[in-house]
């Protein structure tokens, strides 16, 4: 597997994206470790990991793929698979009847042959009864620059939030790419090719193309290939990666690595636990995000021109605006649980004679892009449900592009009445 790929620490695959499961501007490194642990407290009432700046925290994860973390190759036996299940030990009575494992060194091979003609090294791989999960790694080279190949696979829920995560096109206000396409199969699988950058803001040369197969059963296949012979840290060795979007596509649709997935062993069913029939329906995600992109376009002052609109999904949402002076991009996120961090998040704020915490921050927006500027109202309602609302403005109009006019379109003061609004209540 190339090195190092998608081990950065959870904070910054969130500020810089992509992809498995995310880009954006870098975010408050303190908010981020005190939304986590807010995470781990508020896990039942919560639906993501609280972040303060950025596009941290919007529900991108995925863009580039499943994230594949190397433990080392797998010494199992070449075997065949046909099955299905997912990525944890089966009981003894599951493990009598489920498929025969599938080795790394299979993997491997199975990945070779459907490559064009070459030199192999590099090859890492673990099979489907190793954890965390199957995956095979190498570095091919076609004679014209040696370029890191992956494969990884995974089950999704059929239809679930996670499918279109995997399969739809990222926004291109956060994530750049020359090419990306979006269809469904014959036999109702979802594909998905991008050909994208592995940084964001395009810091270095190295391109990350990308084949990502749904099937109607939620059989998961995610391949992925550099122009480099490994993900970060190596120079690019050829001008594009070595496969083209047919070569993907033929590649991430072979047969076998659906008889791969189905060789997962498969979760034990959950036993036990309170009844839920009594709980009510939970709000999906889009609706969730359509009320809080509706209040956000709604509070906006007068005078802007909603030039762009973000698909809503979950307590996040942003529009770009434009007052006539260039592009301005305001996100928000809503949060619930934070609470208990209170102490943290708003330590040099102030506190409102209704007991509501304000926090207001001015500083940069990227620095990896000079004069990117961030402007924050951070706020949190009293009460047990720890409500918190950050909306920021940036004077640009996507993340990591080059500023677009001098300050953000909104004033602190204006951000801070929108944040403050009682309209925000009706999502608590």
Not at 312 to 338: C, I, K, T, W
Request: glycine share 12%; hydrophobic share 35%.
């Amino acid at each position: 597997m190339p090195e190092n790929q998608h081990q950065e620490p959870f904070e910054e695959r969130l500020s810089a994206a992509l992809h498995e499961t995310g880009g954006g501007f870098d975010a408050d490194r303190s908010a981020l470790v005190a939304g986590g642990r807010a995470r781990g407290r508020r896990a039942l009432t919560r639906r993501r990991a609280g972040v303060l700046g950025g596009v941290a925290g919007i529900a991108l994860v995925g863009v580039g793929g499943a994230m594949f973390l190397p433990q080392g190759k797998s010494d199992g036996s070449d075997v065949s698979a046909a099955a299905t299940g997912a990525a944890s030990r089966p009981s003894a009575s599951a493990a009598a009847s489920a498929p025969a494992p599938v080795s790394g060194d299979t993997l491997l091979d199975r990945l070779k042959e459907l490559l064009p003609e070459g030199e192999f090294s590099r090859e890492e791989a673990r099979g489907t009864a190793d954890e965390p999960g199957p995956y095979a790694s190498l570095v091919h080279d076609d004679g014209r620059g040696a370029a890191a190949i992956t494969v990884g696979f995974d089950r999704v829920e059929p239809g679930g939030a996670q499918v279109r995560q995997l399969t739809r096109c990222p926004d291109e206000t956060f994530v750049p790419y020359d090419d990306c396409s979006s269809t469904r199969l014959s036999d109702g699988s979802l594909l998905r090719l991008l050909k994208g950058y592995e940084y964001p803001d395009k810091r270095v040369d190295t391109k990350y193309w990308s084949a990502d197969l749904v099937t109607a059963e939620g059989q998961h296949v995610s391949v992925g290939e550099w122009n480099a012979p490994a993900q970060k840290g190596a120079p690019v060795s050829r001008t594009e990666p070595p496969l083209s979007a047919e070569q993907l596509e033929e590649v991430v649709t072979a047969e076998v690595w659906r008889r791969v997935v189905d060789a997962i062993p498969k979760a034990p069913e959950p036993t036990g636990g309170a009844p839920t029939a009594d709980l009510p329906p939970a709000a999906s995600g889009k609706d969730v995000g359509e009320g809080v992109g509706r209040t956000l376009a709604g509070l906006l002052p007068e005078g802007l021109d909603v030039v762009r609109k973000g698909d809503p999904e979950g307590d996040f949402a942003y529009v770009v605006v434009d007052d006539g002076r260039g592009e301005s991009l305001v996100q928000v996120n809503v949060q619930h649980g934070m609470g208990d961090v209170a102490g943290e998040l708003y330590a040099d704020g102030e506190t409102l004679p209704d007991g509501t915490r304000v926090a207001v921050r001015q500083g940069n927006g990227d620095d990896r892009v000079a004069g990117v500027l961030m402007w924050t109202a951070d706020t949190l309602r009293p009460g047990e449900d720890g409500f918190r609302v950050v909306i920021s403005a940036f004077n640009n109009g996507a993340a990591h592009a080059e500023p677009s006019r001098g300050t953000p379109a909104l004033t602190v003061d204006q951000l801070r009445e929108m944040a403050l609004s009682p309209e925000w209540d009706e999502l608590r």
